[in-house]
C-alpha cells in the first residue's frame, strides 16, 4: 500500500543502547522529517532530509543521528539512548516546495529505561 | 524562527454545539500554508484543513473551517455541530514553503454527550 510506514510501533530498551527507528514512504517526496512529541511540546522537529544524501538538523538534534541513502528512506538513530529520549516519534513527508501538506506515519512509542 | 502557539491546552464543548479553537503565528513572509491537524487517542495525525495565505477565503472543509485574518497572524478552527468523534488533540501549523513546518503546543478538545 502506498503511503509512510514505521518501525517498530513500540519499542523499550534501556539507557545507553543504540536504538534505530525506520521510516520507509512510497510516494517519491523529496522532504522527509523526523518529529518528536511531548506532552507540553507539541512536535517538535529533530532532523530533515530534503533529498537522498541531503539531510539537516532541526530544533533538537542533540542525540540522534539520521541518514538518507535512499530517497524512501530516512532511518533515526538513537546512539546511546536516554531517559529524556522516552517519546513519541513520528515521521513525516512532504512533496516540498508548492505542495503544501505533510504527511504523517503512525508513530513509534520510544521508552527507554 | 517561526512560531506557532495555541494558547488553550484544553477545550470542551458539548455534542452538536460550535466550538472554535485559537491559533496565532509569528512570520515576516508574505506567503505560507497553515494548516490544522487533528490526533485521535489512535494517534495518527489526520489534516483537518489547509489555508493559502494569498487567497482571501476562508478555507472549509464541511463542518471545519477557519476564520484567517492575515494582518493579525491569527488562525483558528470552527467546529460546527461537534461529534464525539472529533474529540482529539488539535494542531495548528505553519509552514513557508511546504519543506519547514512548525507546530504549535496542541489543544485537547473533549466532546460531552
Known amino acids: 500500500d502506498a503511503g509512510i510506514t514505521q518501525s517498530p510501533r513500540y519499542k523499550i530498551t534501556e539507557t545507553g543502547r543504540q536504538v534505530t527507528l525506520m521510516c520507509h514512504q512510497t510516494w517519491s517526496h523529496s522532504y522527509m522529517f523526523w518529529y518528536r512529541q511531548d506532552l507540553g511540546h507539541g512536535l517538535r522537529l529533530i532532523y530533515y532530509s530534503a533529498a537522498a544524501d541531503i539531510t539537516d538538523k532541526g530544533e533538537v538534534p542533540d542525540g540522534y543521528v539520521v541518514s538518507r541513502s535512499k530517497t524512501e528512506n530516512f532511518p533515526l538513530t538513537l546512539e546511546s539512548a536516554t531517559r529524556s529520549q522516552t517519546s513519541v516519534y513520528f515521521c513525516?513527508?512532504?512533496?516540498?516546495?508548492?505542495?503544501?501538506?505533510?504527511?504523517f506515519g503512525e508513530g513509534s512509542r520510544l521508552t527507554v529505561l | 524562527a517561526q512560531t506557532v502557539t495555541q494558547s488553550q491546552p484544553e477545550m470542551s464543548v458539548q455534542e452538536a454545539e460550535t466550538v472554535t479553537l485559537s491559533c496565532t503565528y509569528d512570520t515576516s513572509e508574505s506567503d505560507y500554508y497553515l494548516f490544522w491537524y487533528k490526533q485521535p487517542p489512535s494517534r495518527q495525525m489526520i489534516l483537518v484543513i489547509r489555508?493559502?495565505?494569498?487567497?482571501?477565503q476562508n478555507a472549509t472543509e464541511n463542518r471545519f473551517s477557519v476564520n484567517f485574518q492575515k494582518a493579525a497572524k491569527s488562525f483558528s478552527l470552527k467546529i460546527s455541530d461537534s461529534q464525539l468523534g472529533d474529540a482529539a488533540m488539535y494542531f495548528c501549523a505553519y509552514s513557508l514553503f511546504g519543506n519547514q513546518f512548525y507546530f504549535g503546543t496542541g489543544t485537547s478538545l473533549t466532546v460531552i454527550p
Open positions: 489555508q493559502e495565505a494569498y487567497k482571501q
Open positions: 513525516a513527508s512532504s512533496g516540498g516546495e508548492g505542495t503544501g501538506e505533510l504527511f
